[in-house]
């Protein structure tokens, strides 16, 4: 038994179309690939970028069987570090990214910075002085209760997300964004019932009257009260620090853009944009310098791509990320038959893993077995840890197709390797 090591350039999961690409890579280092396929393409944008807090945010990364089902054992891993020389540093870094941004963007896009209290006012000049002044649109404020109570001053419960066009002529469609009436504020509306027996509320303003009926939809101000933050236990949750709730990006992607449209975040986290975007039918271009946060998109992209392909509505997606280096001891093989091949994976150890005490595959995260076409990685099933499934599948089947077979492990790191199994006849 055994596997040989191989390297892949780019990964193509679940599907013959693609939603959309995830990338490895700090910002600066793609700047130039970004341009060159998607300048001028780009509908919308959110970006969620770090906010000069000084800190190091962690994802909780749950080990095996055992810690999926109770929350141990597992790993707490640096995502990312927030920390930087001066806030000029910062500034300039924001500044690379926005300049980027706005060439990505086509004619008709829009740009939603979403801040806290730290650089809500310096990034609000930034975004003036590259997109213009008189393209501001919102300062939307995301209100939300979670979290901890100060004593030394107002509890900060709320962030803000800067919306701003490229040109007068971007397009935006508040009806995107519907939400219940009961949600509205309307506490200073007279309440009455129609001669049809419909309940409204309404104001009168210039001697004309305004109703409003409470089976309609309603739709949302500058201030975004209605959309929780995420909880602990929330079944959203991966695990990466700033999560986003799918919500608040499914109001944001179907406000600012149609379907086909490509959105992009180029720091994508845990992935929700990208989720969001390729559950509404829209396209997405996302990018992360972590492998955690790559690892985490691209598990909750195959899990939602593998869940369509059971209602026969899957769209894939490509991952374009380094390969993990050629230090593991891995066990893999594939028994061909006519019609399908049965590939089975037995053992991966690495370096960390050993370090850390794990054994078997406790290591694993996730796999995926496919066919290797050139230096592109094609999968067609994907097994992957979750609280719902936490037990690994270890054999699968696929269906025979051009190519090498190949399975792909991602492991608790977030490093990504490639390998050719055994051949079992």
Request: hydrophobic residues 35%; glycine residues 8%; proline residues 4%.
């Amino acid at each position: 038994m055994g596997a040989t090591y191989i390297r892949c350039r780019a990964e193509r999961h679940l599907g013959k179309e693609s939603a959309g690409t995830l990338m490895l890579g700090d910002v600066a280092q793609l700047s130039d690939t970004l341009r060159e396929r998607y300048a001028g393409k780009v509908q919308t944008i959110y970006l969620d970028p770090p906010f000069f807090t000084g800190k190091r945010f962690d994802m909780k990364v749950r080990i095996g069987e055992k810690g999926y089902k109770t929350g141990s054992p597992s790993l707490t891993l640096a995502a990312y570090e927030d920390k930087w020389d001066s806030r000029e540093a910062y500034l300039d870094m924001m500044r690379g990214t926005l300049t980027l941004c706005r060439e990505l963007l086509k004619k008709e896009g829009t740009i939603f910075l979403h801040v806290d209290c730290r650089m809500n006012a310096h990034l609000r000049l930034l975004m003036d002085e590259i997109f213009g002044e008189n393209n501001f649109l919102n300062e939307i404020i995301w209100s939300y209760q979670s979290g901890g109570r100060a004593k030394t001053y107002f509890p900060r419960k709320h962030d803000v997300i800067l919306f701003y066009a490229k040109s007068r002529a971007y397009y935006f469609n508040i009806k995107g964004a519907p939400m219940e009436r009961a949600q509205a504020r309307s506490n200073h509306m007279r309440r009455a019932v129609d001669e049809n027996g419909r309940s409204y509320r309404a104001i009168t303003s210039g001697g004309k009257e305004y109703r409003y009926y409470d089976d309609e939809p309603a739709y949302p101000g500058d201030v975004w009260d209605d959309i929780s933050h995420l909880q602990q236990k929330d079944p959203q949750r991966t695990g990466y620090d700033t999560q986003k709730p799918v919500k608040l990006l499914e109001r944001i992607v179907t406000c600012a853009t149609q379907e086909g449209d490509i959105v992009c975040d180029l720091f994508c986290g845990s992935g929700t944009t990208a989720v969001a975007a390729a559950s509404l039918g829209r396209k997405f271009l996302c990018a992360d310098k972590s492998p955690l946060a790559v690892s985490a998109t691209g598990k909750r992209l195959a899990l939602q791509c593998r869940d369509g392909k059971k209602k026969k509505s899957a769209v894939g997606f490509d991952v374009e990320a380094e390969c993990g280096a050629d230090d593991c001891a891995v066990e893999a093989e594939v028994f061909p038959a006519i019609s399908s091949y049965t590939v089975r994976l037995v053992r991966f150890d690495s370096p960390e893993a050993k370090e850390a005490g794990l054994t078997g595959l406790d290591a694993v995260d996730q796999w995926a077995a496919g066919f290797v076409q050139g230096d592109v990685f094609r999968s067609c099933v994907t097994s992957a840890r979750t609280q719902a499934e936490p037990r690994l599948a270890t054999t699968v089947e696929m269906p025979v197709c051009a190519g090498e077979p190949c399975v792909m492990i991602v492991d608790v790191w977030g490093r990504r390797r490639f390998y050719l199994p055994m051949r079992k006849y």
